[in-house]
């Protein structure tokens, strides 16, 4: 990957927060720069088709309600360990 020179401005907090990083983990303050734009720049992406095309997704029956949502949880609690006999916070 060719690498092409920029200027950026930032805030002297940020500055010494990547200075502060780059030196605990043992690699240069442009690198870590160079990942955050990176990291940036994919998740901007916009992609020109869709992952999943109609034709793969496949039904889960339905809407979930917020009923069908405390009826599994008190369902997979009610399997658990009993109520009173776990340890205190």
């Not at 950026?8 to 605990?24: N, P, S, W």
């Not at 043992?26 to 940036?40: F, K, P, Y």
């Not at 405390?70 to 776990?86: I, K, L, M, N």
Request: hydrophobic share 40%; no cysteine; charged share 35%.
């Amino acid at each position: 990957m060719a690498l092409k020179r920029t200027n950026v401005y930032a805030d002297d907090e940020d500055l010494a927060l990547i200075k502060e990083a780059a030196v605990r983990l043992g690699v240069s303050e442009a690198e870590l720069i160079r990942e955050g734009i990176h990291r940036i720049a994919l998740a901007q992406r916009v992609w020109d088709e869709p992952i999943v095309t109609d034709d793969e997704t496949f039904d889960l029956g339905g809407p979930i309600t917020r009923d069908d949502v405390r009826d599994a949880v008190t369902r997979a609690h009610g399997a658990g360990e009993p109520q009173g006999r776990g340890h205190a916070a």
